[in-house]
């Protein structure tokens, strides 16, 4: 994020934002499009991450935002994210993956299950951000 909020054209509100996003953990290596389409499981329970097109660095709570909001079903999200391991920031990551599902629910067909999906777990982000 910091190569990014240091650009000269970042307005002093876009270097807030940034800086506030960046402050949901210590930046690491992050997958940057985590979803379940983007992962197999082998017959051991390993996990692949694939197409990493979106690969950057950032806090690594921020694929486990999109995760749940692309992904998950609401009734496993604490379940996923005691799996997770130390979630510490999620609540600093989750608005930004949550407008990013706004965006993806705008593509859904209306009334579709696609859509009914990305509302249902929207609306677990908003719970939980409340």
Known sequence: MPAMTGRPECTSAVRA??????????????????????????????????????????????????????????????????????????YDALPAATAQAFFALTDAPVHSEAAAAWVQRIEEASQRLT
């Open 17 to 90: 934002l940034g800086e506030r996003l960046a402050q949901a953990g210590p930046e690491t290596l992050v997958h940057g499009d985590a979803s379940m389409r983007n992962m197999r499981t082998s017959s051991k329970g390993e996990i692949a991450l694939l197409d990493w097109e979106d690969v950057g660095t950032g806090p690594g709570v921020g694929d486990l935002a999109w995760l749940l909001v692309s992904s998950v079903e609401p009734s496993d999200w604490s379940e996923t994210i005691l799996a997770y391991g130390d979630s510490e920031g999620l």
